[in-house]
Every structure is written in C-alpha cells, then in structure tokens.
C-alpha cells in the first residue's frame, strides 16, 4: 500500500510545496506508518510568510462584524466536522474518540471567545481632556504572527491561537507538530470553506529548519509556542533576540495535594482521570500526588484499585478508556522512568511494564509508584506517560515546600474539605493556575491558560484576555479640533447657533 505525502496549506488551498525532506507519521495503535509529512525548507516557509504578509493588509481593515460573522460560520464547521477531525487526531496520535472529541469541545470555546471581537477590541474615550482637546485609545493587529503547537493535542492547542489572532487582524501560520500533521490541513479547509481570504491561515510542517526560519524571519512580528520547558526557553530567547513578541509555554509537573480531610473516593477518581487521561501526554496531567500524613494508605489503595480496571487499547474502541503513547521511542523513554524509580527504591504498586496490552503499537501500561522522593528523576523530570508518583508527607506546610521548590508552575490541585485551608493554599502557592477539588483546573475560554515559573516564557499566557493582549499592540490618539466659531470651514450653521 503507498503511503500518503502529507503537504502543507498556504493561501487558501493545499499544496505540496518544494521540499524533498519528509518524515514518517505513524498509526500508535498499530505501530504502522500512514503518512510521510513533508519537513519544510526555508524556502516553503517563505512562500507561507508571504501569502500571509500579502492578505494582512485587507485583512487588518476588516471590520470586526465581518470578523465576528465568519469566525461564526468557522465554529459550526468545525462543530459539524468534529467526528472527523477527531478521527484523524485519534489515528496520529492515539487518543480515544472522547478524548479527541473533547479538545475540539474546549478548542470551540475560544473561537466562540475570539467572535465577540467587537466587544474585546473596545478602546476607551476621554473627552475634553483639555479645553478642546479629546483622547481614545484602541488596540491594533499586529501583522503576521506564527503559533508552533505540539503533538498531544493536534486540534485544540491551535485553537489557542488562531481564533483570538484572526480576530484582532492578524494573519497566521501555523506550524502542528510532525508526528500529528492531518488534522490542522482540515481544520484549514474549514476555515477556508467559512470564507476567510486566502493566506489569512497558513499551515506549513517541518522540524527544526522550519522553526528556526519562523524565528528569524523579518516578516514575523510575533510567536505563540507550547511545549517542553527547554524547546520554550530555547523559542523564546531566539524569537526576542530577532526583535519578536513571545508567548512560550512550557513544561510542567502538576502536583495534586491531598489533605487528610478530603474525600477519599472523589480524590482517588480524580487522581486516575488526570493521571491517566490520554495516555499521561497532557501538560495538564497529574504525574505527582501528596498525599498529607493519614490519607496515604487508603489514597494508595484507592488509586491502585481504580487504575487495575483501566481499559487499554485502540482508540477507536468503545471499550477503550486509555491509548498508547505517541511513539515507541517515547514509550521506552517512559518505561525506562519506571525502572529508574524502582532502583532509586520507590514501590511499584502497579506495574504498567507486565500489564496485559495489544501486541501491535506503543503501548505502555499505567503505573503507580508510592513512596517516590524528591530526589527521584521520575519526581524531577517531565515523564509525559501514564505513571502516577505518590510522596507522602506529614502535614500541609511539607506539601506547600515541595511546590516551592519545584522549577516548574504549571497547575495544581487541592483536595480537601476545609474552605479556610483552600483560601490559604491560593494564596501561598506559586503556580498560575490553581484547582481546589478539580484535578485539571484548564480555565474557560474567557480567562487566560498558563503556568509561572519555568512553565512560561514571556510576560502573557494563553488566550482570553490575555491572548488579545498578546495579539494586539496599545495606541492612544490624542485630538484638538477647532470649535465652530473659530473654523476657517463652513460648517453650514445657521448665524447665531
């Protein structure tokens, strides 16, 4: 059977672009390859830059009803589309159908954000600051603008940026992780079959020629990154020292803290669904639990309990709640954690290494490990699988330490009863986004996602207001007109008025 070339989208259709470089894409589920993406030279790269730079300058004065209307017709496309976009993200990535599915339901919310652009690109007024003299202010685009998304969540990370971008007047290329590549092209044929002009989005794949083109390209003036902390330092540094404004999202290691107080049962669920979730390749994913002084046995018991019953397989399966990991190197990287944890002296309560898995793909089962300590390259480092870590610790303020020494600051949740102990935990802990008795605490599309720390490079998170912010730059007009008696012009008024 041949395999498919996997080409890029630039002004408005796809195309296959010059490049001779591809790169393999492959079925998880099945170990087998379905595609061969093309890897972008600088010249591909270019053609996309320039048909974006070329539609910026109708498109930045477009009105926002015009925006709003066809950002509208774009999100029932996509809502009408999803069983098919999740299709392709299940067969690159892995993920079961739900799964897919709900990354497109929160991508949604932010282009349902991005269409009330009129609302969110209101400036302010001042008037008669001085005698004759008045003041406004408004937000403008700021030309074309670039988003490098990673492979964990093929739909919904582009749908960070694109929406809120498009709105406020910029153009965009996008450039999707090359191990999950098919899914943006559809989402770039449904924009384009909303209406939008052609080169408003672009799609181009490649590696790291194409990224490092993005990044130095005179014609870029800004760039939107998620992905591991060093890539994000690394983009981050590159894109600013070629004069770019930079969001870079980087690593995490989400801890979820549980009181002695809490719900047991609530908490063990919890801990499960986000440490499990999507294999555990989510930015957002548990991978620590604490739990404080007498909830430990039975937390661990509860936990081990639940995750012995997760069913493994093939995404496309009714039956299956957890998939494989997104490449074999990846699956053996993570694997190699579970070995490394259990030599350190940490206790394997569940083996993802002999659970009983299909034959064909990169499967890995779940793992819990308890007594996990600080030290422990498994606790440090971002795994990015399905292996959940539990330390234990005596009291509250053992927890809090552990958060503070931690590079990273990404999310993390609070299990407990006690309502004074949540207020004081939001207050003391040094992470951007905060869940108390939510595992996943992702904010809605009209607050801003992102973490502190080495979590984040550059100064705004990720959509909502902040994503406005980012997209557009501050100018304020300050206005003297004469009054009528003193004009040179006719203004037509009756003598005496």
């Not at 972008?40 to 004065?61: F, G, H, I, M, P």
């Not at 290691?253 to 049962?265: E, F, G, R």
Request: aromatic share 6%; charged share 20%; glycine share 10%.
């Amino acid at each position: 059977m041949s395999i498919p070339r996997i080409g890029y989208h630039i002004g408005g259709r796809r195309t296959g672009g010059e490049s001779l470089r591809a790169g393999p894409v492959f079925n998880p589920a099945t170990g087998r390859q379905v595609g061969s993406v093309s890897l972008a030279t600088q010249a591909d790269v270019d053609v996309a830059v320039e048909s974006a730079r070329t539609a910026t300058v109708e498109w930045s004065r477009s009105s926002s009803g015009a925006r709003s209307k066809l950002l509208f017709r774009f999100r029932n496309l996509v809502e009408e589309n999803a069983a098919a976009l999740a299709s392709l993200v299940t067969e690159e990535h892995g993920k079961v159908t739900s799964d897919a599915l709900g990354e497109i339901s929160r991508g949604l919310e932010c282009v349902e954000y991005a269409c009330n652009v009129g609302d969110l690109l209101a400036g302010s007024y001042s008037s008669q600051v001085a005698t004759g003299v008045d003041v406004h202010s408004a937000r403008r685009p700021l030309g074309v603008v670039a988003g490098i998304t990673p492979f964990n969540f093929p739909l919904m990370v582009p749908l960070w940026m694109i929406p809120n971008a498009i709105a406020c007047g910029n153009t965009f290329i996008l450039k999707p992780s090359e191990k999950t590549p098919s899914a943006a092209l559809l989402l770039a044929d449904l924009f384009y079959q909303a209406g939008f002009p052609e080169g408003v989005l672009n799609v181009v794949h490649g590696d790291k020629e194409a990224v490092g083109h993005l990044l130095e390209h005179p014609a870029i003036d800004a760039v939107s990154f998620v992905g591991s902390t060093p890539v994000a330092r690394d983009i981050h540094q590159t894109a600013t020292a070629n004069g770019k404004r930079v969001q870079a999202l980087g690593g995490a290691k989400n801890h979820m803290i549980v009181l002695p107080d809490a719900d047991i049962d609530l908490a063990a669920d919890a801990a499960v669904s986000a440490g499990y979730g999507s294999a555990g390749q989510r930015c957002m994913a548990v991978s620590v639990v604490v739990a404080v002084g007498a909830s430990a046995d039975q937390l661990v018991d509860a936990i081990a309990m639940r995750t012995e019953r997760i069913s493994i397989g093939d995404g496309t399966s009714p039956q299956s709640e957890m998939g494989p990991l997104i490449t074999r190197e990846h699956r053996d990287r993570v694997e190699s954690y579970i070995g490394a944890a259990e030599s350190d002296g940490a206790v394997v309560v569940v083996d993802g290494r002999t659970a009983s898995l299909p034959e064909d793909g990169f499967f890995l089962g779940c793992t819990l490990l308890d007594a996990v300590g600080p030290k422990m390259s498994v606790y440090k480092e971002e795994v990015f699988g399905p292996v959940l870590c539990v330390v234990r610790v005596d009291t509250y303020d053992d927890a809090l330490a552990l958060l503070r020494d931690s590079p990273f600051g990404n999310g993390v949740a609070l299990f407990t009863r006690d309502g004074g102990a949540a207020r004081k935990f939001t207050d003391q802990v040094e992470v951007g986004m905060v869940g108390i008795n939510v595992p996943i605490p992702v904010p809605v599309a009209h607050h801003s996602f992102g973490g502190w720390k080495n979590s984040l490079f550059g100064d705004t998170h990720m959509y909502g207001p902040e994503g406005i912010q980012f997209y557009t730059r501050g100018q304020v007009v300050t206005t003297r007109w004469p009054s009528p008696e003193n004009s040179s012009v006719d203004l037509g008024f009756p003598s005496g008025d």
